[in-house]
């Protein structure tokens, strides 16, 4: 990945950054121009809460070049409480298994690190069991 994509994909690695359409209030992740539920322009900037619950998820085993190191992980498809799916890895489940509709909540982890020459390290979101918080 050259560098200047890198800071381009910031606000959605690190804070979940979609967009929401004025016409019908729908929320988009990964962020698109034109929204898929109406086919109107959506441009306004949306930040998801990072809260969401397993949808399904699967173990990898045989990871794909430049995560190989990281096997075996789960990866799962996240649905968020705004409502878009999200596919990202599970991690700090500890001795814990994924279930489905297991509440999670992102959190910035290390995803991979560039083969390159210049070695860049590459962060980005994850899910992980979320933490009750009792009011």
């Not at 998801?48 to 173990?59: P, W």
């Amino acid at each position: 990945m050259d560098i200047p994509r890198h800071w381009r994909l910031n606000k959605q690695r690190y804070a979940l950054i979609g967009e929401v359409c004025e016409h019908c209030d729908a929320k988009l992740f990964p962020p698109r121009d034109i929204c898929p539920e109406c086919g109107e322009e959506a441009k306004t900037l949306f930040q998801f809460s990072g809260k969401g619950q397993v949808y399904s998820y699967t173990n990898v085993y045989e990871a794909p070049e430049g995560y190989a190191e990281q096997a075996p992980y789960t990866l799962a498809m996240v649905r968020l409480a705004e409502g878009p799916l999200v596919t990202a890895q599970l991690t700090d489940f500890g001795g814990q298994k994924p279930a489905i509709g297991m509440p999670v909540e992102m959190v910035t982890r290390l995803l991979r690190s560039a083969t390159d020459e210049r070695g860049m390290l590459i962060y980005g979101y994850k899910f992980r069991p979320a933490v009750r918080q009792d009011a």
